[in-house]
């Protein structure tokens, strides 16, 4: 994608989390190949851990936190070519206000703004699509997504031509079938932090994957986890597995074990992928790895595993346990933009078309998005302010003056107070929010 003076393509990511960092990186790796990436940790209860950017594996050309108002000063209208906005619906919201009124009504060329999702979209479609109205580009993931969210935006009579159909970026390895190497069957389960949320639910998923290994000896079975103890993924995580497996009764079998990494690693030397409504689904789907949704708990909206109807993939553990592999229905997984015929490198090629097509636009309109003071005047303040802006997209905290820079004592003693509140967050999620949950139900 060729930028505005015709130099290498620069390109920022605003990210609040390691799952949605690793989205936008990649995303900004497919859209502009050769560009220098710089990216933004939005600061917030799932700002990720060294080890999770590390985990991630995507270098940056440099990487820094930043609260909302502090981006919108960074991005400015001459430094980038493309801004991704890899955050949940209200944020992205909130930035294109904060970036439309930073930017003004110049006629000047500004980067363009592109946003989507990280996965499966299965809940709050309209919330947030509708959150997400306003970039330049919105992604989606598969054929089947770009159809409902055009629906969205033109149920409200919204424009619909930001959406762009790609594919997800870090899906890999298509075609990939058994190795030969010489090592045990490996069944992974793929644990998610919110999905099921209950005790119950949790300890009956771990209870099944230990019975699947104690009846299959010859296998190795996996829990692979999004985070460790302490740490924040997308989702908040209040009952995290390596708790359940602590207390398991007599302990995990030998063949069975808590794994952690990237998902394409471990997707390497998978032969059966069980999830409840994970997007790694997708991922094992477009590697042909054979993938489980478990049936088990039903099949509900609240899980996610309704958007696998019709997959060939929905399951139960009884049928695992008794050898079944799910054979997926082809027609389900092209409209899902997996394990289709078109080889995943051309999938962003309309989308590298349409950023370049925006980015030598001489005089680009300014940011538009459909929530405004006068479509959502209930709704819009209180997200904008959540992030740091008033109602017209200014900080609520203008910068210091200048010559009045922080010392490093000061910005020491704020990073460590902000961990430490972070710290007792997370404390108050996994540790005293349960129990007050369980006082609560006697």
């Not at 030969?180 to 009956?204: H, I, K, M, N």
């Not at 999004?226 to 497996?245: C, D, F, N, V």
């Not at 789907?285 to 099949?299: K, Q, S, Y």
């Amino acid at each position: 994608m060729p930028s505005r003076n015709e130099s290498p393509p620069r390109v920022a990511v605003l990210a609040d989390s390691d799952t949605r960092w690793k989205w936008g990186a990649l995303t900004a790796h497919r859209l502009a190949p050769r560009g220098a990436l710089d990216g933004f940790l939005l600061r917030g209860r799932a700002t990720p851990t060294v080890r999770q950017l590390a985990e991630v594996g995507i270098h940056a050309d440099a990487l820094c936190e930043v609260t909302g108002a502090e981006f919108t000063r960074a991005a400015g209208r001459e430094r980038y070519d493309v801004i991704v906005l890899a955050c949940v619906g209200g944020a992205v919201q909130a930035m294109l206000h904060g970036l439309a009124h930073a930017w003004g009504r110049a006629t000047a060329p500004r980067p363009v703004v592109v946003t989507g999702y990280v996965g499966v979209v299965y809940e709050k479609l309209a919330d947030g699509l509708l959150l997400r109205h306003g970039a330049d580009v919105v992604l989606a993931n598969s054929r089947h997504d770009a159809e409902r969210f055009r629906a969205v935006y033109e149920g409200v009579d919204a424009p619909s031509d930001s959406v762009i159909e790609c594919a997800l970026p870090f899906l890999e390895g298509g075609g990939r079938g058994r190795s030969e190497e010489l090592r045990p069957f490996t069944v992974v389960f793929a644990a998610q932090p919110s999905v099921p949320d209950g005790r119950a639910d949790r300890a009956y998923l771990l209870e099944r994957a230990v019975r699947h290994a104690r009846a299959h000896p010859e296998r190795d079975v996996l829990l692979k986890l999004r985070s460790k103890p302490g740490e924040h993924t997308t989702h908040i995580e209040e009952l995290p597995y390596q708790k359940l497996a602590q207390r398991f009764p007599g302990g995990l079998p030998p063949n069975c074990r808590l794994v952690y990494g990237h998902m394409g690693d471990v997707l390497d030397r998978t032969d059966l992928l069980v999830t409840v409504s994970s997007t790694a689904a997708l991922e094992s789907l477009h590697r042909n790895v054979p993938t489980a949704v478990l049936t088990d708990l039903g099949i509900r909206e609240a899980l996610g595993n309704h958007h696998f109807l019709g997959s060939g993939c929905l399951t139960s553990w009884d049928h695992l346990d008794a050898g079944h592999l799910p054979r997926p229905d082809p027609t389900w997984t092209a409209r899902q933009g997996v394990a289709t015929d078109r080889p995943h490198e051309r999938a962003f090629d309309t989308a590298r078309a349409r950023v370049a097509e925006l980015a030598r636009r001489a005089a680009p309109p300014p940011l538009a998005p459909y929530y405004t003071a006068e479509t959502a005047p209930g709704y819009l303040p209180g997200i904008l302010a959540r992030y740091g802006f008033d109602p017209g997209g200014r900080p609520l905290r203008e910068p210091a003056a200048p010559g009045r820079e922080e010392s490093a004592l000061r910005r020491a003693t704020r990073g460590a107070l902000r961990e430490a509140a972070r710290g007792a967050y997370r404390h108050g999620v996994q540790r005293v929010a349960p129990v007050i949950r369980r006082l609560g139900e006697l």
